[in-house]
């Protein structure tokens, strides 16, 4: 059989070993190689880390007693901290002993990483640490401090339940009964303008790009949807936004109960819940960075324009612009005609 320049590759390595292959059922086999694998199957990512050479108890050993070097650093009484009570070089906060910040990490070292510790978790390192020592921020220390251990994360298997599986939107049955709304903020002054509140049927993908004079509070975002949303579609069934103060607030929420309008906040740090209108962004910006000047301070003119060219695009999931699917007809373009076009002033007419 000819071999693959791999299979040649490995038959000239092994050749030079004595090697006597046998076959092994595998009701014979159990437990081949048991401590090198991993009762689950999730691979953790791979991160390049030093190992030391001698182990940390080595170290812990070599420099003295815990306690020892507590009395070390606690010559001085902290000043930040009321109540303690000295005794024996040390500053005792109740019956635990209060540890300075110098040696906090030894603490933490000497409680989840030697041996007799265990490398134990979150809880068990924090009753460990509670039964002789304390300061002010332990908790919190001790969360970062074994969140971050990488003996932890390689050995340990998740105890964390799986995530979820995805749960869509129900899609809509009418054009504008149902929209998704967010922001495009910190953008260059154009006449004041620096915001523009993104509005997409959920049903035709139309969009309306309206120009906002800094990032609306809930009361002029009202007012924007009103003016703009509202007095073209009329009252919607829900809106999906993210977590903004304007969405959130009280205000905006009176004013949906009011209307009998569905809220549909995304969940918190996930802008995939609301990721049509965040696509419709990313188109937005691309149009206003091929269409206006290279101090992008003249978008608000090109604004108008932007929202017809979107609309009257075939959008990838419909199949239709969304100039069509909501009106039904496409409608007509500018005619050709040359940038700059003379007009008579009024004197000469």
Request: hydrophobic residues 35%; charged residues 20%; aromatic residues 12%.
């Amino acid at each position: 059989k000819r071999l693959r320049p791999r299979q040649a590759r490995w038959a000239l390595f092994f050749a030079r070993f004595l090697l006597h292959i046998t076959y092994r059922p595998g009701v014979r086999n159990g437990k081949a190689d048991a401590l090198s694998r991993r009762y689950d199957s999730d691979a953790f990512p791979s991160t390049t880390q030093t190992d030391s050479i001698l182990p940390n108890d080595f170290f812990c050993a070599s420099q003295g007693s815990l306690i020892d070097n507590i009395k070390k650093y606690s010559l001085q009484p902290p000043t930040d901290i009321q109540g303690l009570i000295s005794n024996d070089g040390l500053f005792y906060h109740g019956e635990q002993i209060y540890v300075p910040p110098e040696i906090r990490l030894q603490v933490l070292q000497h409680s989840h990483d030697i041996p007799a510790a265990g490398h134990g978790g979150i809880k068990k390192t924090i009753d460990a640490v509670y039964r002789y020592f304390w300061w002010p921020s332990v908790k919190k220390d001790i969360v970062a401090f074994v969140s971050s251990c990488s003996v932890c994360a390689r050995n340990k298997q998740p105890r964390t339940h799986p995530a979820g599986l995805l749960q869509p939107l129900a899609p809509p049955l009418h054009p504008w009964k149902d929209i998704s709304m967010d922001f495009i903020v910190d953008l260059p002054p154009s006449h004041r303008y620096t915001t523009i509140l993104v509005v997409v049927d959920r049903c035709t993908k139309m969009a309306h790009f309206i120009p906002a004079v800094g990032l609306p509070t809930a009361a002029e975002t009202a007012t924007l949807f009103i003016k703009e949303v509202f007095r073209l579609h009329g009252t919607p069934r829900s809106i999906v936004t993210d977590r903004g103060s304007q969405f959130t607030s009280r205000f905006w929420s009176q004013m949906c109960r009011s209307l009998k309008i569905a809220r549909c906040l995304s969940s918190a740090f996930h802008p995939q819940s609301n990721g049509q209108t965040e696509r419709t962004n990313q188109t937005l910006e691309q149009y206003l960075r091929c269409f206006t000047t290279h101090l992008q301070d003249d978008w608000l003119d090109v604004i108008p324009t932007a929202e017809f060219a979107y609309n009257n695009q075939v959008h990838s999931s419909t199949r239709f612009s969304p100039f069509f699917a909501n009106y039904g007809y496409h409608p007509s373009t500018l005619p050709e005609m040359p940038l700059n076009t003379p007009v008579p002033e009024v004197s000469t007419r």
